[in-house]
């Protein structure tokens, strides 16, 4: 079967590994990111991804490519990272660079959330329209239109996160705006919201505080499980703001599934009932027929993405999506 | 040089006429639309398509195509229109009806505000990421990515008009739901705000009514412009709310222009003070270098958007937008 590499460079870990054309995980590891120079971190990730391939007994001239994903946003026709303002990292070859340590042209670089969505149009085998969304720390999005992804005109399409859901009591984002879905949202503003309930109620503060427990969505999702109302209202108002961020997209893209991935994702059931009753007061009435799931592709899913983007570029180093699983034979 | 044909079938009125591949409309005649049985609204259309082919000596096989513009949603691949709820027409085989009355194959079918894009795409030479906006009675819009039009899974996308921009205190809106940007920014809410302000003012009532004025957006258009400071807060209120839904569209699709057309892009001076300064409040920095701009296409913007797609069929009676002007030799 045929195979390629993959590199996802996160915010704050990057997993590196190796994975078959039918999306099974032959070999991965994983590493906190070095968010100092942006080449130092390549090389570290270069490191380990050839501790895979040694595992496997493998040459990188085994694989159909390399697949990178950085986050920021990236110019995947050329393989360069233009930008990733969490590490002031600006204009890197990064397909260059990671080239020559690996010896190999066939390296194709990729934004994050959109090497998601094209895992799920490879392996997940969506080629109509739809949506990507990470819900994580942040919120992102990535759109395929006619089995293409669309990239924008500064390879910027796909910021969902700050489309703006609250006018009247909006809340800061860290991208400097207000109202933003990923302020109102994300697995950050969930435990936001978990602080501020705790703020108002001593006890529930007192029981997270005794159980040793954080203040995010993690422990949000806990509680609301385990009955505690406040909990379970924060991810009512969370699924709420989801829903007017989806609908707005829905009117202008009309998909046909909108796929969820990130931490948040896995909290879908809590908050998909709010969600759904929100998407449908947003959505116009030949738009609002989406499938709103949770991806397959579980926790690696931007790593089975990376991976996509190197079978889908067929070994030329460069994205060129026009048709699914073109020239693969697994 | 070439030329196609061109019938655009409006809410109220239909164009149709013959267009040169420089965009010139070498003739053209207006009727009004008839709003009864779809197939009688079609037969009249072709009749005076007929009186143009007549006027300037040609027939239908002297044209590269023609190109028919419905109002609803249109299944161009099969050059049928799916729904038209204004009218209640459905499932009708527009392309099969008129190439038999028309006698020929060559018979394009397209989404009215989608023809415009094309429209901009082929005659004003835009091959890149843009979004087209018609703001009239209503509001509708249409998205080129990397030089194809974005249709959606069930040919709906580009409902800009129902993207929501009023949580708080929303108006009603014609699709049922509440807070589109329809709903606070169209001509109709143009005139209903006109409207509004008078009942608030007996002066400015009085001086709609002696002079005989319609409370629509053209009169608010030209009061703004005699400066009446109620129809110039008017336009900055429109004007806002038209950013709100552009900052949106900004963050997912990141194009590099929008073009505007229809009667409200006529008063596109009296608001874009208000709309750019919402649009830059709403778009992420990395989506927020747009073009604002009114189209060059005119009040015949679909019409020759009609033509457009005739010429980009290449005589085969679809779509098939993948490259400009591909196969013509003006």
């Known amino acids: 079967m045929k195979k390629a590499g993959a590199i996802d460079i996160g915010g704050t870990k990057t997993l590196v590994g190796v994975i078959g054309a039918d999306g099974h995980v032959m070999s991965a590891m994983r590493i906190p990111t070095f968010r100092g120079d942006c080449f130092a971190c390549l090389a570290q990730a270069a490191v380990e991804f050839e501790k895979c391939l040694c595992e496997l007994g ?112 909006p809340a800061l984002c860290p991208c400097g705006q207000s109202g933003c879905v990923e302020a109102h949202a994300s697995g950050s503003a969930i435990g936001r919201m978990l602080l501020e309930k705790a703020g108002e109620n001593p006890s529930l503060k007192a029981e997270i505080k005794k159980r040793g427990l954080a203040f995010d969505a993690a422990t949000c999702a806990m509680l609301a499980r385990e009955g505690v109302e406040e909990a379970a209202e924060i991810f009512n108002t969370a699924g709420m703001y989801i829903g007017r961020a989806l609908g707005a997209t829905a009117n202008l893209l009309n998909p046909s599934k909108i796929y969820m991935g990130g931490g948040v994702a896995n909290s879908l059931d809590l908050f998909i009932g709010a969600l759904k009753k929100e998407f449908e007061s947003c959505a116009v009435g030949q738009c609002s027929d989406v499938n709103i799931i949770k991806t397959a592709l579980g926790y690696e899913a931007a790593l089975k993405g990376a991976a996509a983007s190197a079978f889908l570029s067929g070994g030329r180093g460069q994205q060129n999506l026009t048709s699914m699983k073109q020239g693969i034979n697994a």
């Open 58 to 169: 493998l040459a990188a001239s085994d694989l159909a490519g390399i697949g990178v994903n950085m986050p920021g946003m990236v110019d995947s026709s050329n393989g360069i990272l233009i930008d990733a303002p969490f590490a002031r990292w600006r204009n890197v070859n990064v397909s260059g660079f990671l080239g020559g340590l690996l010896k190999t042209e066939s390296i194709s670089v990729e934004n994050d959330v959109n090497a998601c969505a094209i895992g799920e149009h490879f392996f997940g085998g969506d080629g109509g329209d739809f949506l990507w969304i990470t819900a994580s720390t942040g919120i992102g999005g990535a759109f395929f239109s006619g089995g293409r992804l669309v990239r924008g005109s500064g390879f910027c399409a796909g910021e969902l996160g700050h489309v703006k859901v609250e006018y009247d009591r």
